[in-house]
C-alpha cells in the first residue's frame, strides 16, 4: 500500500512540473575521469600449417582463450607433441590437441594413427 501511495505521489509532482513548464536538469550520474590507461587490441597469433603435400589430414587453430568446453570423453590418451602435453583419441576418428603460444592446435584423419599424428604435428612450422 505504501509503494502504491508513494509512486502516486512521485507521479503527481511530475506532472505538477510538466504543466508548470519548470522540469528539472537531469544530472550527472558519472563524471569521466583519465585514468591513463591504454587499451591495445590483442596481438596476432601466429598459426603453424599443414606442409602442402598432406591431404588426409585437417588442421585446426583458435585461441586458447576462446576453448570454453571440454574436450570430447573420445580425447584420453595423453601424448608429447611439440615440447608439450597433449590429448589424443582413443577410439573413432584419429585426433590429437595441444595448445602452445596461447593457440589451441587440433590435427584429425581418417587414415593415419595418433604416432603418425604426432610426428607430423611435430614436423610443423
Known amino acids: 500500500m505504501l509503494i502504491l501511495i508513494g509512486t502516486a505521489l512521485a507521479a503527481a509532482a511530475l506532472l505538477s512540473q510538466q504543466r508548470s513548464g519548470n522540469e528539472p536538469a537531469p544530472a550527472p550520474t558519472a563524471i569521466p575521469r583519465a585514468t591513463g590507461a591504454l587499451l591495445a587490441p590483442r596481438p596476432q597469433l601466429s598459426a603453424l600449417a599443414l606442409p602442402s603435400g598432406v591431404t588426409d589430414v585437417q588442421l585446426s587453430a583458435f585461441p586458447d582463450w576462446l576453448a570454453n568446453e571440454p574436450p570430447p570423453a573420445s ?3 595423453v601424448v608429447a607433441i611439440r615440447g608439450t602435453m597433449g590429448i589424443a583419441s582413443v577410439e573413432g576418428l ?4 595441444w ?3 596461447g593457440v589451441s592446435y587440433r590435427l584429425e584423419s ?3 594413427s ?7 604435428a611435430d614436423s610443423l612450422r
Open 99 to 101: 595448445t602452445e603460444h
Open 110 to 112: 581418417a587414415n593415419r
Open 94 to 97: 584419429t585426433v590429437v590437441n
Open 75 to 77: 580425447l584420453r590418451a
Open 114 to 120: 595418433v604416432p603418425e599424428l604426432v610426428v607430423l
